[in-house]
Each structure stands twice: as structure tokens, then as C-alpha cells.
């Protein structure tokens, strides 16, 4: 009688390991998918932000317009329509980035320092740009041959933050292109 007991028992306690085991393997498959996810979408967000600076800076503004996520009014301001553009077409966005990028920093990415998930559709570059002759990009915190003081000047800001966020199934870089005067 006793073995019996004992016997039900065991039989109970194998069928909750087996069903919790399944519980924990089915939540470990969701966990590994949703990673999988975050981990693919950091990776589009990358390629995207690459392949936009690439586009900028080979001048295939056409293409370029496709990663653009930011608004074009800080482009706009810059360009005066009357003597730089269509006035009759002021949305024609791939003559503002050809426009932009005669004042912007269109430059080639020469390496992501750091990139993280910030959401879930939103992810942030830390990103050093090269110059054309493959040096790196230097931004000075000073203007227009302005020169900075003899003690205590600060030193020239290599590394740039982008924000690439996906809309639905694409992603756009969301941060306006470097300005410097």
C-alpha cells in the first residue's frame, strides 16, 4: 500500500518536472527569438547608418534619401531657394542633400565606437567619420579660424552620437547630419 502511495507520488512529481521543464524550454525559445530580433534590428540599424553616410558621400543622394529620417527644414534655412534651387519644388529632397552636403559632414563612417538599443526601435551610434584622404575627422570647437586660447582649450570632438530608429520595417537616420561653420 505504501508503494503504492509512494508510486503516485513519483509519478506526479515526474509529470510537473516534465511540464515545468517544457514551461522553461518555451520561455527560453520566446527569449532566444525576441534576442534574435533586438539583435537583427541593431544590425539593419547599422548597415543603415553605413550605407547612408557611404550614399552621401559618393554624392547618390537619390539613394540617400531612402535612410534620411530627419526633416530637411535645417537644410532649408541653410539654402536660399531664389539663387540655390527650384523655388518652384521646394521638396525636391535629393537636390537639398546634394545642396546639404556642400556645408554638411557627408563624410564616410571610418568606425562605430559604440552602439546600443535605447528602445525598441530606437538605437544609438557613437560613430568617428574619416576624411577623404582616410585621416580622421576632426571637429574643432572653434569658429571660423576663431583661435582657441592659449590655456585650457578644448580638444576637437572626434566622435559623433546618430540615432536610427525603424518605422514599421525600415530604418532612417533620425539625427540631422554634422554641421560645422
Given at each position: 500500500m505504501l508503494q503504492k502511495g509512494f508510486l503516485k507520488v513519483l509519478v506526479i512529481v515526474?509529470?510537473?518536472v516534465v511540464i515545468g521543464g517544457g514551461v522553461l524550454i518555451w520561455q527560453y525559445k520566446v527569449e532566444q527569438k525576441e534576442q534574435g530580433e533586438k539583435t537583427q534590428d541593431i544590425v539593419l540599424a547599422r548597415s543603415t547608418l553605413l550605407k547612408y553616410f557611404f550614399l552621401l558621400n559618393e554624392?547618390?543622394?537619390g539613394e540617400a534619401i531612402?535612410?534620411?529620417g530627419s526633416k530637411y527644414d535645417y537644410i532649408n534655412t541653410s539654402i536660399s531657394y531664389e539663387s540655390e534651387l527650384d523655388s518652384s519644388n521646394p521638396n525636391n529632397y535629393v537636390e537639398l542633400l546634394r545642396r546639404g552636403c556642400q556645408f554638411l559632414i557627408c563624410l564616410k563612417i571610418k568606425e562605430i565606437v559604440d552602439?546600443?538599443?535605447i528602445s525598441h526601435s530606437r538605437f544609438k551610434f557613437t560613430i568617428q567619420f574619416a576624411e577623404n584622404?582616410?585621416?580622421l575627422f576632426e571637429k574643432s570647437h572653434y569658429c571660423c579660424g576663431e583661435e582657441p586660447p592659449k590655456e585650457g582649450a578644448l580638444p576637437p570632438q572626434v566622435k559623433f552620437d546618430y540615432i536610427v530608429e525603424k518605422q514599421g520595417d525600415t530604418f532612417f537616420?533620425?539625427?540631422p547630419i554634422l554641421y560645422v561653420p
Open positions: 515526474i509529470i510537473l554624392g547618390d543622394y531612402k535612410y534620411h552602439e546600443k538599443e584622404n582616410g585621416m537616420v533620425v539625427t
